[in-house]
């Protein structure tokens, strides 16, 4: 059974870093693509970023300058660096990875920014 566990999230300050992270477990193979996705309370979980297998990335417009997305194939992990945080940047981040045909979700991790 894969399993994505995420850590990093915290509080910081406006204009902040952070750094999260998604371990897979469960698989000898890396999962095909990679995303951040976010949500904030009362609203829905949007896209933050997409990185595939090959190292082809994508953000959402809100975060692009600013958030990177990483992976390690060999340790089966994807990062995203935050930069410049934002308050707007608060939200529960989501970890997603998918394997061949299936879908797989991380736990979460809280972001808090504040102003």
């Known amino acids: 059974q894969v399993q994505l566990v995420e850590s990093g999230g915290g509080l910081v300050q406006a204009g902040g870093s952070l750094r999260l992270s998604c371990a897979a477990s469960?698989?000898?193979?890396?999962?095909?693509?990679m995303c951040w996705y976010r949500q904030a309370p009362g609203k829905q979980r949007d896209l933050v970023a997409t990185i595939t297998s090959g190292g082809s990335t994508n953000y959402a417009d809100s975060v692009k300058g600013r958030f990177t997305i990483s992976r390690d194939n060999a340790r089966k992990t994807v990062y995203l660096q935050m930069n410049s945080l934002k308050p707007d940047d608060t939200a529960v981040y989501y970890c997603?990875?998918?394997?061949?045909?299936?879908?797989?979700w991380g736990q979460g991790t809280q972001v808090t920014v504040s102003s």
């Open positions: 469960g698989t000898r193979f890396s999962l095909n693509v």
């Open positions: 997603y990875g998918l394997l061949t045909t299936r879908s797989y």
